[in-house]
C-alpha cells in the first residue's frame, strides 16, 4: 500500500517515522512520501495562498500547486488493474484511482469502519489543507484522476490538515497486515464491535488499596469474558450512548439483555431502546 502526503509543513509528518508506521516503512510493508506543497509552485516566492473571492477572513490555497502535485504524484505511481472492473474485450483493463483525502472539518467523519474500507485500497493521497482550506475548484478537477473525500476528525477546527493525517495514517496503517505484530490486538480494541474496550489490569494485583477484580485472577475463561462484555456495555452506556443506539444486539444473549435492561435499555426490534424513567 502506498501513502503520499502533501503539506507546506512537511516536517510536521516526521512522527510517521517512529514507531509502528515507521518500522511498517523499513520493512516494506507500506510505502508513505511526504511532497511539499512549495516545490510545485513556479513563482519566485512560492506562494500558496490568495484572498477569498467574495471577501471574508483569512486566505485559501490557490489551485494551480495543487494540481500539479496531485498530477504528479498520480503520474509516478500508476494505478493497479481494477480487479472489481469487468474486462471489455480488447480494452485495456481498467485501472482503480487512488483515493484523493482531503482534511477537513467539513468532511465526513472518520471511524474505524472508514479506517478499515481505506486500509483495502492501493493508494491514498492526503491534500493537507491550511488557513481558510483549498479552491473548491481542485477538489472538482481531481476527481477525473481520483476518488475524492472530504474527511473530518471530529466536530471540532485544527489549524490545518497534517494533525488529522497523522491519526488516520496511524489508524489505517495498523490495519494493514503485518504491521500489528499480533493481529489478535486487533479484534477485542474499542469500536471494533462497535462498543468501547473492557478496563485492562497488570500486575501487581493489589497496588494503592486497590485490587484487580477477583475474576480477571480466577482462570475462569467463560467468566473472564462474560466481565469482560459487562464492562464493555456499561462502558459504553455511560460514555458513549450513541454507539449503543447504532449497535444492531439482535444476537444478544439472555445475560447481555440482562445487562442492557440494568442499564435502562430494552431490546426491540433488534435495538437498544432507552426506557423511559431511566
Ligand atoms: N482541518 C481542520 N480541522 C480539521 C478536522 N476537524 N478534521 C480534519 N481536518 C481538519
Redesign the pocket.
Known amino acids: 500500500m502506498r501513502f503520499d502526503v502533501v503539506s507546506i509543513f512537511p516536517e510536521y509528518l516526521a512522527p510517521l517515522e517512529l514507531s509502528l508506521i515507521g518500522k511498517a516503512r523499513t520493512d516494506g510493508l507500506l510505502e508513505l512520501a511526504v511532497h511539499d506543497l512549495r516545490s510545485y509552485t513556479q513563482d519566485r516566492h512560492r506562494t500558496v495562498d490568495d484572498t477569498p473571492y467574495g471577501g471574508g477572513a483569512g486566505m485559501v490555497m490557490k489551485p494551480e500547486p495543487w494540481a500539479q502535485a496531485l498530477e504528479d504524484i498520480a503520474a509516478a505511481a500508476p494505478p493497479a488493474p481494477d480487479k472489481a472492473a469487468a474486462p471489455s474485450p480488447g480494452a485495456a483493463p481498467a485501472r482503480k484511482k487512488p483515493t484523493l483525502i482531503v482534511?477537513?472539518?467539513a468532511?465526513e467523519v472518520f471511524t474505524q469502519q472508514l479506517a478499515y474500507e481505506l486500509a483495502g485500497e492501493d493508494h491514498l493521497v492526503f491534500a493537507c489543507g491550511r488557513y481558510e482550506g483549498i479552491d473548491e475548484r481542485v477538489l472538482e478537477w481531481a476527481a477525473e484522476q481520483y476518488t475524492v473525500r472530504s474527511?473530518?476528525?471530529?466536530d471540532?477546527?485544527?489549524n490545518?490538515?497534517e494533525v488529522?493525517v497523522l491519526a488516520m495514517v496511524e489508524a489505517i496503517g495498523r490495519l494493514i497486515p503485518g504491521v500489528v505484530g499480533n493481529p489478535e490486538s486487533l479484534v477485542e480494541e474499542s469500536h471494533s464491535d462497535g462498543l468501547l474496550e473492557y478496563p485492562v489490569y497488570t500486575k501487581p494485583s493489589s497496588w494503592r488499596d486497590r485490587d484487580v477484580p477477583e475474576v480477571l485472577l480466577s482462570g475462569n475463561h467463560g467468566k473472564i469474558a462474560k466481565f469482560r462484555r459487562e464492562h464493555q456495555l456499561r462502558r459504553t452506556a455511560a460514555r458513549r450512548p450513541d454507539l449503543l443506539d447504532k449497535l444492531d444486539v439482535s444476537n444478544f444473549s439472555k445475560t447481555e439483555r440482562n445487562v442492557l435492561w440494568e442499564l435502562g435499555y430494552a431490546v426491540v426490534d433488534g435495538r437498544a431502546v432507552r426506557r423511559t424513567g431511566k
Open positions: 482534511p477537513s472539518p468532511g474527511v473530518s476528525l471530529g471540532y477546527v485544527l490545518g490538515g488529522a
